[in-house]
């Protein structure tokens, strides 16, 4: 998410196949003034995407429905406020 109202820029959202259904995208995150860092969110490929775990921070986000109905590119990019 956004920190402080500023959006960060973010790399391409890459994303990888894993087993029964579950999906991953990767992206690389960049807040002005920090370092760069990859940040991957998995989920179901099958609609409303809960849970979504956030790693590495090993962290659920709540209400994952608010950033879209499935877990996707444009998913990860509502949640860090760059859609």
Same mark, same amino acid.
Request: glycine residues 14%.
């Given at each position: ?8 820029? +973010?790399? %391409?959202?890459? $994303?990888?196949?894993?087993?029964? *259904?579950?999906?991953?995208?990767? /992206? &690389? /995150?960049?807040? !002005? ?5 990859? =940040?991957? #969110?998995? *989920?179901? &490929?099958?609609?409303? %995407?809960?849970? =979504? +775990?956030?790693? !590495?921070?090993? =962290? #659920?986000?709540?209400?994952?429905? $608010? #950033?879209?109905?499935? +877990?996707? %590119? *444009?998913?990860? $990019?509502?949640? #860090? *406020?760059?859609?």
């Amino acid at each position: 998410m956004s920190k402080s109202g500023v959006v960060p820029s +973010l790399g %391409p959202v890459v $994303r990888a196949s894993g087993a029964a *259904g579950s999906v991953a995208f990767t /992206v &690389t /995150v960049t807040y !002005p003034g920090e370092e760069s860092q990859r =940040v991957t #969110f998995t *989920g179901s &490929t099958y609609g409303s %995407p809960g849970p =979504v +775990l956030m790693l !590495p921070a090993e =962290v #659920f986000v709540s209400d994952p429905g $608010r #950033f879209g109905e499935r +877990l996707s %590119p *444009g998913w990860v $990019r509502r949640f #860090f *406020g760059a859609a």
